[in-house]
């Protein structure tokens, strides 16, 4: 009896124990989820609305741009306008290297140019002898019409000397003689008109044999022209700098032309290789529309070249164009001349700009984030009393990153962020915190 009992309290207390253990067990999990779901919906709501203050001070407005270099008066060299088909190129300059003067840059295939100028001789030589030959038909027929003039004129001097008879002879027959000599002098009419209208009509046959000859000798002279214009020379020392070959069976957007080679087949008039004026070097860049406002010309731009690392140009804006472009991605090109060019610049080279817009004096300014425009009014969002509120200023100037104010006290609290739009995001991001404890 005394050794039962023992057994029997431990089976009471165990049965309590292990009833509150899978208590426990069951709820822990719940519990740790639970915390888990209110910390991670707390931590969000703790986001701040980004704030600055209005300053006062000097503002410097700028446009930032990037370009590519190239020559300021540069000699485009370009495919011949032979009148011809495709046109190879049998030789071609690798590029970057340095051409004087007079130097062979492009030489194009003038086996049709060859061609065509013997052809061309041939026809010359042999419109030279059509004026050889009508020239002495014309002679020749000169000499046939004066010999019957002559004998014609013969005649009515025989025919004048037998009328001369008359008196002495029968009736009959100085009528005849009379006859005779009218005949005579018809003849000779006659025949001294056929002789003008024979000189006129060989003069004419040798003018249009004359003619051939001079179109044979111009034809002749075009395509040894044509051959020249084959090979394309360097008018000024420069770096060679070969154009990209937009003669493609197959283009789509954003492809990466290739530049011409060896080989290539060319129309006429598509531009081969650029020879810049190392003298005068310029950056073609496309500048946003926003900014075409901004920009005029001869205003100051500090140019540095990216494979010049710490070297930077000085310069001004040299030309602005019109704009360009898609509807959501307009711009417009400006071209920037530098003032001190240096010999290590070389066509091509990328370049990043500052364009320097405007210097402003102790001026009011926000960062540009901070100005809103919404129905026709510029505003911010200011600290009041009772949070953000919207306050009208007036806008001066704006760059991409500052923006030039008055209607509003320096040191100012005002939003980088429309307030209602950070209570809505705070809110997507409580659900979202939420839902991934719910998923962990």
Do not use: C
Not at 179 to 200: C, G, P, V
């Amino acid at each position: 009896m005394t050794s039962a009992s023992p057994r029997l309290r431990f089976k009471k207390l165990a049965r309590p124990i292990l009833v509150l253990s899978l208590v426990l067990s069951v709820l822990s999990p719940a519990v740790w989820l639970t915390l888990r779901i209110i910390r991670a919906a707390a931590s969000p709501s703790t986001l701040e609305l980004p704030t600055t203050r209005v300053k006062r001070g000097k503002v410097i407005l700028t446009v930032a741009a990037r370009g590519e270099l190239q020559g300021g008066n540069s000699e485009m060299l370009t495919a011949p306008m032979t009148g011809g088909g495709d046109m190879a190129i049998t030789y071609l300059r690798e590029p970057g290297e340095l051409v004087n003067s007079g130097d062979v840059v492009v030489q194009f295939d003038t086996t049709e140019q060859d061609y065509r100028l013997k052809e061309a001789e041939a026809d010359f030589a042999e419109a030279q002898q059509q004026v050889i030959k009508a020239e002495a038909d014309s002679e020749a027929t000169a000499e046939e019409s004066r010999y019957a003039m002559l004998s014609a004129q013969a005649d009515v001097k025989q025919a004048e000397i037998e009328v001369r008879r008359n008196p002495i002879v029968a009736e009959i027959t100085a009528r005849q003689n009379v006859l005779a000599l009218e005949a005579a002098k018809n003849r000779e009419r006659q025949s001294t008109q056929d002789f003008t209208n024979k000189q006129t009509t060989s003069a004419a046959g040798i003018a249009i044999q004359k003619a051939a000859e001079n179109k044979a000798r111009v034809m002749a002279d075009i395509a040894k022209k044509n051959i020249d214009n084959m090979t394309l020379k360097a008018k000024t020392e420069g770096y060679v700098n070969i154009q990209q070959n937009t003669r493609q069976n197959m283009m789509y957007w954003g492809m990466q032309l290739p530049p011409f080679q060896l080989g290539d087949t060319t129309n006429a008039g598509m531009a081969i290789a650029q020879i810049p004026d190392l003298k005068s070097w310029e950056v073609s860049a496309q500048v946003g529309e926003l900014d075409r406002g901004h920009l005029a010309e001869g205003q100051h731009v500090s140019i540095r070249v990216v494979a010049l690392a710490g070297k930077e140009f000085p310069g001004k804006v040299k030309f602005i164009g019109g704009t360009t472009g898609m509807p959501w991605d307009r711009h417009f090109e400006a071209r920037i001349a530098l003032d001190q060019p240096a010999p290590e610049l070389r066509p091509g080279m990328t370049s990043n700009m500052v364009i320097t817009v405007d210097t402003l004096d102790n001026v009011l300014w926000i960062p540009s984030q901070a100005l809103f425009e919404s129905d026709g009014r510029t505003f911010v969002y200011s600290r009041g009393q009772t949070g953000f509120a919207p306050h009208d200023v007036s806008l001066v100037q704006r760059s991409e990153s500052q923006a030039v104010v008055t209607g509003i006290n320096e040191g100012e609290l005002v939003a980088l962020s429309t307030p209602d739009q950070q209570t809505r995001s705070a809110g997507s991001i409580q659900q979202d915190g939420a839902m991934k404890a719910l998923q962990k």
